[in-house]
């Protein structure tokens, strides 16, 4: 009944004594990314059988590829629903369900394809020009498709023969080939389109080394590997586990513990405690994509509406937004708030894009500059900003550093937090003055720029509106010639860094975490871990 | 007693009927739009139309109440707008979960409330009561999700003892059932316990000083019969009284402990469906809870009314 004294004292001092454990274990020097392998196949041979548990950073929305909009969602289709072309290592487009490239003709108008022979989806349906047919228009027509946009330049599929499908276009398109290596290029099975009708997503069948077995909201997924797989030798593994770990520190401590052999997008302070230990490593991925800030200088009733003048001293003057912007130091930011970790940029477009100018600069700090700009613009200091940011750790930390390092330049900035989904709806509205906000990235420029920075775009939140941007953006999609779109994207870019609508910070790397006996992972610059040929190292 | 009870039950009935408004409106007036959350970044206009159209979000605002009415009198929550899933099923797996969770919790708590309670009381002014009172301190002052991740840090990635998070239903395996549950119990437990050891002391406490326990003594009874039988027996009505007062801040506790463990509760649920502003499953769960506290309610007030006749008499009620 009693306890012994030296066992209560020993209880009452171990949350110290932890304590002291635990914050050693996030203050260690972080690693500069270079010593992290990035984006690899790992050619390690493997073994037959084996579940993959593998922890997704969010719970993913409908698993309904004409719906689905989020980064985790794709990494589940990534080992569950093919697409008729799909990126290697080096970002080139290649033929995934699709026979080869596409072949294109009249002006570019005509796209025509042809299809792998002899494979069948997940439920022993034949995959043929049919079902290409009936996926691409239900992307494309359906009323609710979230890829409409990605097939707007579509206006008419036809089955040529059971193994080619054509396209036509209402213009030229070349980033087609890249949407179609996305989820518009996913091809579900017609037998459960036409029994799941609007639910597909709650069952969904695709071509793919795994299929969907089951789900539970806001818990996990299980995929089951296919027997019905057109290149079923080449998978190892018996089963994917999908656990939504939203916390970083316990996503980091189920890798530790053995739990789960994979976490995806190790949160930047997580990633050198994962580094550190022995039994684990880590390989970097991702950059297609951008973080930032928006400034409003044109949204005045909705991104999508006509753009009107916005009455606040960023938004009215251009050499005010200058001197916000020469007022940060890119370096320093990437290293207090991402421990160095990310890729700091100043353009929307991949660094080592073939559709990226080399003549492109980023300006560095300039606080004499910045000084003399706002003195120039004759606005009374301080100068009052709003800077809405979404309530997390991370970006309120960033929120902070740019107030910080405005300040000398002399802004006042107020950091407004909210969730997430208010701050997305305050950008849309044009509800603010400067916004944090970023884009996952497309394999091809053209993602990363039609709307989010053309004329209306539906991300353009700060309202830009300038034919020097909208112009080059739409010719370089018609046009066919790699260097002709890179001068016109750059001329583009070019125009957007002028007026300052986004300040882009940085370009985001994600981290897979994974343990030293998984071997066989592909992670791209798209930062989708593919588990087709993973395994348990033999 | 019948006009008691059907009187009871229909400001049941009313108490349903304004909580079901007090829901639908709250959430409404919450900024942001379920149907652009849904639709994401890339969507168009269209699509969004689309969505708003497929929920209802689209009609005026008492259609869209006797919309959700008429669904939740069928049992038919709708469909959530983050996966599609039907509601009620996603119901069905969740509460059983959260009550699995809040009732180890409660058994933690009252093993080391309850005990530690008594301890200290037993033991007053010595090492062990100021060892207890010390904890009684830290279990209210430590949050639970610091609390959690000491714990999946000590347990899951030192010793590998116990499995980092997630959960295994029980009927699919008990054994990792409840190495799953261990943890989570113990952390969500901790700050009841703590409650429940200063309870159960001071409660202890003036049992032993009272005249009965002293007549016990005087008896010649054993000690531990005069704790056991005498002082703690007459001590259990306010620890009663706490435990039932306490099980509804227990869920929701939860919440947190959930979303630290990846426990596929009912906390876990709220919070994501708060954030995604997924209107069908925050309608649910909401009413879902609110019908949970009218039914034990109610249940108190007959349980009450058969116990005491003055309480059904005191509203002028025959029977």
């Known amino acids: ?538 | 007693m019948f006009w008691f009870i059907l009187r009871r039950c229909g400001s049941a009935v009313l108490v349903l009927f304004l909580s079901s408004v007090l829901i639908f409106l709250g959430i409404r007036a919450l900024p942001g739009d379920p149907a652009s959350v849904m639709a994401g970044q890339e969507a168009s206009q269209a699509a969004i139309e689309a969505i708003r159209k497929e929920f209802g979000l689209d009609k005026p605002l008492p259609a869209q109440y006797l919309d959700y009415v008429g669904q939740t009198l069928t049992g038919n929550f709708g469909r959530s707008t983050q996966d599609q899933l039907p509601v009620a099923d996603i119901l069905a797996e969740r509460l059983p979960v959260t009550l699995e969770l809040s009732l180890l919790a409660m058994v933690v708590a009252i093993v080391i409330g309850v005990g530690a309670g008594i301890v200290a009381a037993v033991r007053r002014g010595k090492l062990a009561d100021y060892v207890a009172t010390a904890f009684g301190l830290a279990g209210l002052s430590v949050p639970h999700f610091w609390l959690g991740l000491l714990g999946i840090l000590l347990f899951a990635v030192t010793w590998r003892v116990l499995p980092a998070s997630g959960y295994v239903p029980f009927t699919e395996d008990p054994v990792q059932n409840l190495q799953r549950m261990i943890l989570p119990a113990l952390v969500l437990g901790t700050g009841f316990a703590a409650i429940l050891m200063r309870q159960t002391r001071s409660a202890m406490l003036g049992a032993l000083s009272a005249d009965y326990v002293r007549t016990a003594r005087s008896k010649g009874l054993s000690e531990a019969k005069v704790v056991g039988a005498h002082a703690l027996r007459n001590s259990l009505t306010t620890v009663v009284t706490v435990l039932g007062l306490q099980l509804g801040a227990l869920i929701s506790g939860a919440v947190v402990t959930e979303q630290i463990f990846v426990i596929p509760g009912f906390g876990k649920l709220t919070v994501d469906a708060v954030l995604t502003r997924n209107y069908p499953v925050i309608q649910a769960v909401v009413l879902v809870t609110v019908i949970g506290y009218v039914l034990v309610n109610l249940l108190v007030d007959i349980a009450y009314a058969f116990l005491n006749p003055r309480i059904r008499l005191s509203g002028g009620t025959r029977d």
């Open chain 1, 1 to 538: 009944m009693r306890p012994s004294p030296k066992v209560v004292a020993a209880l009452a001092t171990l949350p110290l004594a932890l304590a002291a454990c635990g914050g050693g274990e996030t203050s260690n020097t972080p690693a500069a990314p270079s010593s992290i392998a990035s984006a690899s196949t790992d050619n390690r041979s493997v073994k037959d059988g084996g579940t993959l548990n593998i922890a997704l950073n969010a719970d993913p929305d409908a698993l309904d590829p004409s719906i689905s909009t989020t980064l985790v969602g794709r990494e589940v289709f990534a080992n569950m629903c093919e697409k008729l072309y799909d990126i290697d290592a080096s970002s080139n487009l290649i033929p995934q369900l699709a026979a080869g490239m596409p072949e294109v003709a009249g002006d570019g108008k005509e796209v025509t394809i042809k299809l792998r022979d002899g494979v069948t989806f997940n439920d022993g349906t034949a995959f043929d020009a049919a079902a290409v047919k009936k996926s691409l228009d239900r992307h494309r027509t359906w009323e609710k498709s979230a890829r409409a946009a990605d097939l707007a330049a579509v206006s008419k599929v036809e089955v040529v023969d059971p193994t080619t499908v054509k396209l036509t276009l209402a213009q030229a398109f070349t980033p087609l080939t890249a949407q179609l290596a996305d989820r518009a290029g996913m091809i579900m099975s017609p037998k459960a389109l036409d029994s799941g009708s609007d639910n597909f997503g709650a069952s969904p069948v695709c071509v793919g080394p795994f299929k969907f077995a089951s789900r539970t909201s806001g818990s996990q997924i299980v995929l089951d590997k296919s027997a019905d797989y057109y290149d079923a030798a080449k998978v190892k593994l018996d089963k994917l586990v999908y656990k939504i770990i939203v916390d970083p520190n316990v996503r980091a401590a189920n890798l530790k513990s053995g739990d789960v052999q994979v976490a995806d997008q190790l949160a930047t302070n997580t990633v050198a405690g994962v580094q550190a230990d022995p039994n684990l490593s880590v390989v970097s991925g991702g950059g297609l994509g951008y973080y930032g800030f928006q400034i409003n200088i044109g949204n005045v009733s909705g991104s999508t509406e006509k753009p009107g003048a916005v009455d606040t001293p960023l938004g009215k003057n251009p050499q005010l937004r200058e001197a916000f912007e020469l007022a940060l130091d890119r370096d320093a930011i990437n290293k207090a708030v991402y421990n160095g970790l990310h890729e700091v940029d100043c353009y929307p477009v991949p660094i080592d894009s073939p559709y990226r100018p080399k003549d492109l600069t980023c300006p560095k700090q300039d606080l004499a500059k910045a000084k003399q700009l706002v003195q120039a613009s004759g606005v009374q200091t301080p100068i009052a900003v709003t800077l809405a940011t979404p309530n997390d750790a991370v970006n309120q930390r960033l929120a902070q550093v740019i107030q910080s390092m405005t300040k000398e330049a002399g802004f006042n900035v107020s950091v407004q937090t909210a969730e997430f989904v208010s701050v997305l709806e305050q950008g849309k509205a044009g509800k603010f003055d400067v916004l944090l906000s970023g884009w996952s990235g497309r394999v091809d420029p053209d993602g990363n720029l039609t709307n989010l920075v053309t004329s209306q775009g539906s991300n353009n939140y700060g309202g830009m509106s300038d034919a020097g941007i909208d112009d080059p953006i739409k010719q370089a999609a018609a046009e066919s010639d790699p260097a002709k779109r890179a001068e016109l994207y750059g001329a583009a870019m070019k125009k957007a860094a002028e007026l300052r609508g986004v300040v882009y910070l940085y370009h985001n790397l994600y981290y897979l975490g994974t343990h030293k006996t998984v071997a066989g992972i592909q992670y791209f610059k798209d930062g989708l871990p593919r588990f087709i040929s993973a395994g348990f190292a033999a």
